[in-house]
């Protein structure tokens, strides 16, 4: 089963984002991923209709939240 394909973008010295990264998901849901200079954090932001989430995490938090969402990921396929 192939995941989603994201679509990145990197940004020049200077810019608000350092690096963004944008899919739609099924059901509508558009997910986007961006590391901002300014803040030094990285966004997630999910949109659908008329709901949006945007949360914002340290890249140390980041690390954390991946680390945690790939487990889950693995013990749904039984790999835990």
């Known amino acids: 089963m192939s995941g989603p394909t994201f679509t ?3 940004h020049e ?17 558009h997910l986007s991923i961006a590391a901002t200079r300014s803040t030094r954090l990285v966004d997630l932001c999910m949109l659908r209709d008329f ?3 945007h949360l914002e995490f340290s890249p140390e938090q980041a690390r954390a939240v991946a680390v945690e969402l790939l487990a889950c990921a693995d ?3 039984g790999r835990a």
């Open 51 to 53: 709901m949006s989430v």
């Open 8 to 10: 990145t973008r990197l």
């Open 13 to 29: 010295a200077g810019s608000l984002r350092v690096r963004e990264s944008s899919v739609t998901l099924p059901g509508g849901v």
């Open 75 to 77: 013990a749904l396929q």
